[in-house]
């Protein structure tokens, strides 16, 4: 089965500006007042907590677009499709399950073991 590279290239485009998006708007929440401003001890609790979350998903967001950025160079590199590690092709239903990875999976389980 051949794989849709142009169809997997505007997904990856399509995320990236997803998260793009995300990222700005997360930004924008930071520069909201944040713990020690409210006046009850559990709005500070529910404000510390949605300051983890946010940090947690703009970390995520951050490390996700990083992936997409490098899985765009590969396109036009010329190397999208093939493993960093092995060179070796990855598989079809692996990139379209995960766009942007650059790692074929015997490759992803062999970093994972260490």
Known sequence: MPIPYDRLKNV?????ATLTDQL???NIAVKEPGVGYATHQADDGT????QARDLAVEV???HTLKLVDDALI???MGTYGL????GQEIDAARLKAIPY???CLSC???RERR
């Open 12 to 16: 990856l485009l399509t995320e990236k």
């Open 24 to 26: 700005q708007r997360l």
């Open 47 to 50: 404000d510390a907590f949605d």
């Open 60 to 62: 995520t967001a951050e």
């Open 74 to 76: 590969r396109f036009e």
């Open 83 to 86: 493993c960093v590690d092995c």
């Open 101 to 103: 990875t650059p790692l």
């Open 108 to 110: 992803q389980l062999k």
